[in-house]
């Protein structure tokens, strides 16, 4: 593994060497002298990733930390420059956590849970995304992408089935039936490296999706944002401020983020008309930092860019054996923080899929599962962002004006607030449709559906080494298959614990981990209840304030089949061998891999819109909304219809009976009239 040629001060300038590789020596080729594209090393390598962004380092490091020896390809040799990723969500430090770096991440990031979102000159309201505790990481944090990059580059280094190799760029590739062969360029020339599987993480541009003749597509939006970097020392809380047409950017919106090392991200839109070259140029610049933080403030520019955004998808993320994650295979705009944090959560879906196939313990089709799981993930992100970037740049006069109106309502109207999107922040998709999801033969409340990631909750070790060290459910989860079963103080009943116990015996090893209610105070009426019952070979947590329960629902017997990157596949309400059994085949892609239809809401009486005469007063109500717009302009008028609209939609609730009213309302709207002259010209009809 490589080690940090330079290391400055700095992360963001760390550089790593150039070295030449085993597959650059003849004496480990076949067919002779290395360097062409018919030397290909006598063993495929079982995994070669292409990309050293964050996706591909974490795709490499899951591997490596599951025992599948790795090869990672970077064509640069630095870390991510400039302003990137700055918002890594809850579930991406869960993953790192994994991953073996979480922690040094949340040790530098700055931790934020709240958002403030500002009109004008006001604040409108605020937001908390993670207002209970119980929770190890914290909703966000902020650290710049080239930190990330960095700590998961030096967490590599610790893995010695992992080898990074800086300045090899693919500028080839071939599938066989039963590989891939890569060609390889570097400064002492070409050299041919064949794997059973390539995971290609090589960015937005993705070169080898054009080498594959692949496209990504989607809507690239007409808007342009200029994104400072600077440095001070500003009291600003550590929360997301985001402004919609405030007076230091008119008509526009900015955002502000804190970072560590007392650098802050403030991103200005710009609009389309925007000249990129002038806009990043310090004299346009400083101006419009001054009007936002004040003529005196003192600040250094640290890096400025102008950005425009897209959210476009690759059709399919699996091609043979080549399977696309990250920015390759999908791009969101950066409001909501979906790019890493989504690209992370394929790597994380794609490592332990490619483990178990390729150790022959599941079949070749559960990496169809990657793309259809992913993929749909993608389409969420999509529409997360697109919307956000849809209300920030309203693309029209009268979105504009809708627009507005939210933000006014949500002043004082709560309902209000639920429509303001400046971005929805990422959350892990719940991947409720999967073909790996066994669905529920009970009731269960809360959240913990079949293809949701699992609740962290805080818990304390029974009866172990670590005997009562506090800690965390989810580092108790591990790499592979989890039985999480809840228990009281008896623990289980016998048949129970014999059916998990013959877990030993399934395809695939399944970790039990028995959760037992906390233990109730002593008092000398009640003696100590003796040692619970609990299946041999188990972990014993205990469920330190009840929140696991709470958020599992989970009663004594309660049973959860978790996978290795820990999303729930399957619940019930009582152990049962069989069915854990079949729930496990089906989880690792034995039983059926078609993607299902999305379970929609439940089927119920559409409700139909009213008509018919319902007004008791009609000409009062028509007196009423004249009288509404009386001495208004027409701006105004707008505006006010636009407010009425939304509080007569949150009033109705029903999202039908709107969609009705909205399709005649716009279905009564005259045709536009072209030449008023031709339209005089028409006789006016006679009622038969
Ligand atoms: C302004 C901005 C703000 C953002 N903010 C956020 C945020 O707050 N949160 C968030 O989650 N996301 C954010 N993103 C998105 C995030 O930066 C990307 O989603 C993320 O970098 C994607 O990671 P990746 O590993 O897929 O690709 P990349 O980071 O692009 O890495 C691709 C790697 O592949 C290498 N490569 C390319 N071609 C080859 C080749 N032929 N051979 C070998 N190697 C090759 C490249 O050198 C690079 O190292 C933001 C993006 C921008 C632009």
Redesign the pocket.
């Known amino acids: 593994m490589e080690t940090p040629a330079q290391a400055s001060e700095n992360d963001a300038a760390r550089t790593f060497a150039y070295r030449r590789c085993a597959e650059q020596q003849p004496d480990v080729q076949t067919g002779g002298q290395s360097g062409g594209q018919s030397d290909v090393q006598a063993t495929p390598r079982p995994v070669v990733v292409?990309?050293?962004?964050?996706?591909?380092?974490?795709t490499a490091i899951d591997l490596a930390q599951q025992q599948v020896p790795v090869v990672l390809?970077?064509?640069?040799c630095t870390?991510?420059s400039?302003?990137?990723?700055?918002?890594?969500?809850k579930r991406?430090l869960e993953i790192f956590d994994r991953l073996g770096c979480g922690e040094r991440l949340v040790d530098k990031g700055v931790r934020w849970h709240v958002g403030r979102v500002f009109f004008d000159r006001e604040q409108v309201y605020s937001f908390d995304l993670l207002p209970e505790s119980g929770h190890h990481r914290p909703a966000f944090i902020?650290l710049q992408?080239y930190y990330v990059?960095g700590y998961l580059v030096d967490r590599a280094g610790e893995l010695p089935g992992l080898e990074l190799r800086w300045r090899?760029?693919?500028?080839g590739l071939r599938q066989q039936a039963d590989q891939v062969v890569l060609t390889?360029s570097t400064p002492d020339g070409d050299y041919a490296l064949a794997a059973r599987y390539v995971v290609v993480?090589?960015?937005?541009?993705?070169?080898?999706r054009q080498?594959m003749g692949l496209q990504s597509q989607g809507r690239t939006f007409r808007d342009r944002?200029l994104?400072a970097d600077v440095r001070m020392a500003a009291g600003f809380p550590a929360e997301r401020w985001f402004w919609f047409d405030p007076p230091f950017n008119r008509n526009q919106s900015v955002l502000l983020?804190r970072q560590p090392d007392n650098i802050w991200?403030i991103?200005f839109q710009l609009g389309w008309d925007a000249d990129p070259e002038q806009e990043r140029q310090p004299e346009r610049v400083l101006p419009r930092l001054r009007a936002l933080l004040g003529p005196d403030a003192q600040f250094e520019l640290v890096w400025v860019?102008v950005?425009t955004?897209s959210c476009q998808r690759m059709e399919r993320f699996r091609h043979g054996r080549v399977l696309f994650?990250?920015?390759?295979?999908h791009?969101?705009s950066?409001f909501g923080?979906?790019?890493?944090?989504?690209?992370?959560q394929?790597a994380e879906n794609l490592a332990w899929k490619l483990r178990l196939v390729l150790a022959g313990l599941a079949p070749d089709a559960l990496l169809d599962t990657y793309a259809s799981e992913r993929e749909y993930a993608a389409d969420e992100n999509i529409l997360h962002s697109t919307r956000s970037t849809d209300f920030i740049t309203p693309k029209s006069a009268t979105s504009r004006v809708f627009r507005d109106a939210v933000l006014r309502l949500a002043r004082q109207h709560p309902f209000a607030r639920q429509l303001v999107n400046s971005g929805r922040l990422?959350t892990p998709t719940v991947l409720a449709p999967s073909p790996l999801n066994t669905p529920d033969t009970a009731p269960f409340a809360g959240a913990m559906v079949p293809g949701a990631v699992c609740a962290d909750a805080p818990v304390r070790v029974v009866g172990s080494k670590a005997q009562g060290e506090e800690g965390w459910l989810l580092p108790h989860l591990g790499n592979g298959f989890t039985a999480l079963v809840f228990a009281d103080a008896r623990g289980l009943s016998p048949a129970a614990c014999t059916a998990l116990e013959r877990l030993g015996a399934a395809p695939v090893p399944v970790k039990v981990v028995c959760l037992i209610s906390p233990a109730p105070p002593e008092s000398p009426a009640s003696p100590m209840p003796c040692a619970p019952t609990l299946p041999r070979g188990s972990v014993v947590l205990e469920d330190i304030d009840g929140l696991a329960a709470r958020r599992y629902d989970g009663q004594p017997g309660t049973c959860y089949l978790l996978r290795p990157d820990q999303h729930v596949c399957a619940r019930w309400r009582q152990v049962e061998h069989d069915a854990l059994l079949t729930a496990l085949r089906r989880a690792l892609g034995m039983i059926d891999v078609q993607w299902r239809a999305a379970p929609g809401e439940p089927q119920r009486q559409a409700a139909q819109l009213v008509t018919d005469p319902n007004l008791a007063q009609p000409d009062d109500v028509y007196a009423s909304l004249l009288e509404m717009h009386r001495d208004l302009s027409d701006a105004q008028s707008q505006a006010a219809n636009a407010q009425l609209i939304l509080l007569l939609a949150n009033h109705i609730g029903d999202t039908a009976v709107l969609r009705q009213a909205m399709a005649l309302a716009r279905a009564a709207v005259p045709p536009a009239v072209a030449d008023p002259q031709a339209d005089a010209a028409v006789p006016i009809p006679v009622p038969a």
Do not use: K
């Open positions: 292409i990309g050293a962004g964050p996706v591909g380092l974490a390809l970077d064509d640069d870390l991510a400039g302003s990137r990723a700055i918002c890594f969500a991406t902020n992408q990059e090899h760029r693919v500028s390889v993480a090589d960015g937005a541009r993705s070169p080898v080498l944002f994104i983020h991200r991103d860019s950005y955004f994650a990250g920015d390759a295979a791009r969101v950066p923080a979906r790019g890493a944090n989504s690209g992370v394929d990422s």
